[in-house]
């Protein structure tokens, strides 16, 4: 076991990659140089040169145009968005392009690429730099998504994107680079596109994922001092997404909400809700409840900000009130 | 002729099919006239197939009057090239070798088309003639022959990736950003602007005060110029020192002028412009051209082309009669290639229906 944090154990999941794989080339704004705005690819330029971490100037819907054009022609690039907000300017390069060189070529090539970004409150960004925008790519066949957690799933998640066929976005959270674990990188990791079950109860189901994992655990944590046992569910991909996993708890247990922190309305937890409450509609005993971002933009104001989001004591909150009906 | 010879250059392969063909070796006249001549016969039979019903749709662009900037530029890329095309990209496809009964069965939304009845007319595509796709994104198709540069110059791979594209996406920033990028990374990649003058009804000069296209690309460093699209062996040549110093390195830029000769798509019927303009216009002929030059130069006689065209308007009837007999895709085939092979696959909506409803 090594004490690691988040951004460490992504930066050690590129190296890694990178030292085994030649065609693996990193291609952002302030990748190389700089080492990333978040300090993820410090250093790298060091081992692997300018011609493999690729400084590029700032043109967001270039970047990932670039990277598809290099995925189809043998090499497998990371491209970095390095603020998810900037899909508005590089969605058609993602949504148009990669999503669907696949499906409109009849099979003949894929677009095996990473589009590293990372999103969500927590530094008073401001709108344009705080959004939750995997609601975007869920809705987009073709893309498939993860959204890591933890330490190791940070890692094990970014080492499997690197081996995949098609094109992968994945959102890192911009308030867990920071986090530090106790973690053991080569012990074996759930598989690709399995749900982690983070915690067992049997009065209530929490299905989430990335940040507001950490803020469901707190919940938990607290729900338990009043009686309350929840699983918790960790998602880690949102494409593939492991239903099975969530209907197995809900099933189980009658009780389920959904914690995200995009935007309520069509997001992701309307998607999540309207399927448990479809597929698993004999066993509810209340209806599944959605505890999502605010439909607003984030203000920059720290009060306004934490308050639009989901925090520990409306997930507390909601689910002692789910239980307790 | 094999069409991949076609693909290659003009200048090894002689005009093939006829007895009466001619066999001036020294000239690659003949050859670019006839890669011109097919794109125009596959053209018309494309309009037909959409008059018979048998087209997948109207959005079908043609490229008539814009044979000379296909066939002018593929005659100097090398089969291991590789590019990109707009929406209008039916000529540039032939140019490169395709075959047109698979082209025409993709226009179809056939089974047997390139991309299995998925893509059609503006998502064509093929990857062993270098085709990276076809593109219905204005521009949208550009930044990936960037990445092909990069993964070119990485691999040492010898080739030019050829982004087409037409006078709209001259407006488009990602244009500009791949044109920064290319040269600021000095990658094997040319930027052809095929400027028909319209896009879709707005005329380029009601599109921008700067016209002289090339410009842009010396603005960023590239290897910029501009030529007529009625001389077809003009823009070979031009082509040819473009395309030769972007292997090198230098990426280049070249806008060929011609004209439009249709509507915008098969519905279009130009209201927008007036008839004295389209009798002008289409006045700026390429295949007359350089059928009249052939006839005057002595490099074939007129019941030589006579036969030529005669063999090709054969060549692309039959095109039409292989699309139109063609299978439709299974509908089965709807939930492959969203996702490689051996991944996870959409569910279909009447299988979860079935589960979701069965439980009542």
């Known amino acids: ?122 530094r008073s960004a401001g709108a344009q730099h705080s959004q939750s925008l995997e609601g975007w790519i869920m809705h987009t ?40 674990e106790e973690v053991d990188l080569d012990a074996p990791a759930l598989p690709w596109g399995k749900a982690a079950i983070r915690r067992r109860g049997d009065d209530l189901v929490i299905v989430t994922y990335s940040r507001q994992l950490r803020f469901a655990m707190e919940a938990a944590g607290q729900l338990a001092e009043r009686g309350v046992e929840a699983t918790v569910i960790d998602l880690r991909t949102l494409n593939p997404l492991d239903f099975d996993t969530i209907r197995m708890e809900v099933e189980r247990i009658g009780k389920a909400m959904v ?40 203000a920059v104001s720290p009060a306004l900000e934490a308050a639009s989001v989901p925090g520990v004591d409306l997930i507390r909150d909601v689910g002692e009130r789910l239980v307790r009906w | 002729m094999s069409l991949k010879h076609t693909a290659d250059s003009g200048a090894t392969t002689p005009m093939g099919g006829s007895g009466q063909a001619p066999k001036d070796h020294n000239s690659a006249l003949p050859d670019l006239y006839r890669t011109m001549r097919r794109i125009r016969s596959f053209e018309e039979r494309v309009g037909e197939l959409f008059v018979r019903g048998e087209s997948a749709g109207s959005m079908l662009h043609l490229s008539i009057g814009e044979e000379a900037a296909a066939a002018g530029i593929c005659a100097v890329m090398k089969l291991q090239d ?25 226009i179809a939304g056939k089974m047997d088309g390139y991309c299995h009845g998925k893509g059609g007319s503006m998502h064509i595509a093929d990857m062993q003639l270098g085709h990276l796709g076809a593109n219905a994104i204005v521009g949208g198709g550009i930044p990936a022959v960037v990445g092909a540069g990069l993964s070119a ?64 690309a010396l603005a960023f460093g590239l290897n910029g110029h501009s030529v007529d699209g009625l001389d077809v062996e003009e823009v070979r040549n031009r082509a040819r020192s473009i395309v030769d110093e972007a292997r090198g390195g230098r990426p280049g830029f070249l806008a060929v002028s011609c004209y439009r000769f249709y509507g915008h798509a098969r519905m279009d019927k130009s209201p927008y412009r007036s008839e004295e303009e ?60 969203v996702y490689a092979e051996g991944e996870p696959e959409p569910e279909p909506l009447k299988i979860r229906l079935d589960r979701v409803l069965a439980r009542n």
């Not at chain 1, 190791?152 to 530090?180: G, M, N």
């Not at chain 2, 009669?321 to 290639?337: H, I, K, N, T, W």
Request: glycine share 10%; charged share 25%.
């Open chain 1, 1 to 122: 076991m090594v004490s690691m944090t988040y951004r460490d154990a992504l930066r050690r999941a590129i190296d890694e990659a990178m030292a085994e794989d030649d065609d693996i080339v990193v291609i952002g704004e302030e990748v190389g140089r700089y080492g990333g705005a978040y300090g993820v690819t410090k250093d790298l330029i060091k081992t692997y040169g300018p011609e493999r971490m690729i400084d590029t100037p700032i043109s967001e819907p270039g970047i990932v145009g670039v990277a598809v054009g290099a995925a189809m022609t043998g090499l497998r690039p990371i491209a970095e968005l390095m603020y998810i907000d900037f899909l508005g300017m590089s969605m058609d390069q993602l949504a148009n392009q990669a999503a669907k060189i696949r499906y409109m070529f009849g099979g003949q090539i894929g677009v095996p690429m990473v589009l590293r970004t990372q999103g969500g409150t927590g």
């Open chain 1, 141 to 180: 066949p073709g893309l498939r998504l993860a959204m890591p957690a933890t330490v190791a799933d940070a890692y094990h998640l970014l080492r499997h994107s690197l081996t995949l066929p098609d094109p992968v976005v994945f959102i890192e959270h911009k308030a867990l680079y920071a986090q530090k």
């Open chain 1, 259 to 298: 914690v995200c922190e995009g935007v309520l309305t069509a997001g992701v937890a309307a998607e999540l809700a309207s399927r448990i409450t479809e597929e698993c509609f004999d066993f509810l005993e209340q209806p599944v409840a959605r505890v999502a971002g605010e439909d607003v933009p984030i």
């Open chain 2, 82 to 106: 590789t590019f990109t095309t707009h929406h209008r990209g039916h000529g540039i496809f032939l140019a490169r070798g395709a075959e047109p009964r698979r082209m025409m069965a993709e």
């Open chain 2, 153 to 216: 110059k990485r691999k040492k791979r010898d080739s030019v990736s050829v982004a087409f594209f037409g006078d709209g996406a001259m407006q488009q920033g990602i244009l500009y950003e791949s044109m920064n990028m290319a040269a600021l990374w000095d990658l094997p990649v040319v930027f052809v602007c095929i400027n028909n003058q319209y896009g879709m009804g707005t005329r380029i000069d009601q599109a921008t005060r700067a016209t002289n296209l090339h410009e842009r």
């Open chain 2, 278 to 337: 389209e009798i002008e216009g289409r006045k700026k002929d390429p295949v007359k051209f350089a059928r009249d030059r052939l006839i005057s130069e002595k490099l074939a006689g007129e019941n030589a082309l006579g036969t030529l065209d005669g063999e090709i308007g054969k060549e692309m009837d039959d095109a039409i009669d292989f699309a139109v007999s063609a299978q439709a895709p299974s509908l089965g085939s709807m939930f492959r290639d």
